[in-house]
């Protein structure tokens, strides 16, 4: 059974950062595009950011474009997440999911595979 686990949330003020890892199983991590999404209680579950296989691509929603960056390493089957800058609207679980195909993609009907999820919180 294909496996993602996430690690690094917790509690953290405004204006600091946290970094995310996902540790994926190896038929859940080779060859397959990643992302980062988050969903609040009550509402859908949103993309936050995606890279490509190749980890050449990489895109990310607008409202957190230039303050987080995703990034993979394909040794250790993981893709984390550096959350700089955080607001508390950040506030969320984080999960990481892989993408059907080699290519990044914002649809979240697209992923095979989700992680259990992390609890960001971000404290004014």
């Known amino acids: 059974q294909e496996q993602l686990v996430e690690s690094g949330g917790g509690l953290v003020q405004a204006g600091g950062s946290l970094r995310l890892s996902c540790v994926a199983t190896?038929?859940?991590?080779?060859?397959?595009?990643m992302g980062w999404f988050r969903q609040e209680p009550g509402k859908d579950r949103e993309f936050v950011a995606a890279?490509?296989?190749?980890?050449?691509?990489?895109y990310y929603a607008d409202s957190v474009k230039n303050r987080f960056t995703i990034s993979k390493d394909n040794a250790k089957n993981t893709v984390y997440l550096r959350m700089d800058s955080l607001k508390p609207e950040d506030t969320a679980v984080y999960y990481c999911?892989?993408?059907?195909?080699?290519?990044?993609?914002?649809?979240?009907?697209?992923?095979?595979?989700w992680g259990q999820g992390t609890q960001v919180t971000v404290s004014l």
């Open positions: 890279i490509s296989w190749s980890g050449t691509d990489t």
């Open positions: 190896e038929r859940a991590f080779k060859h397959h595009a």
């Open positions: 999911g892989t993408a059907s195909t080699i290519l990044l993609t914002t649809n979240q009907w697209e992923y095979l595979y």
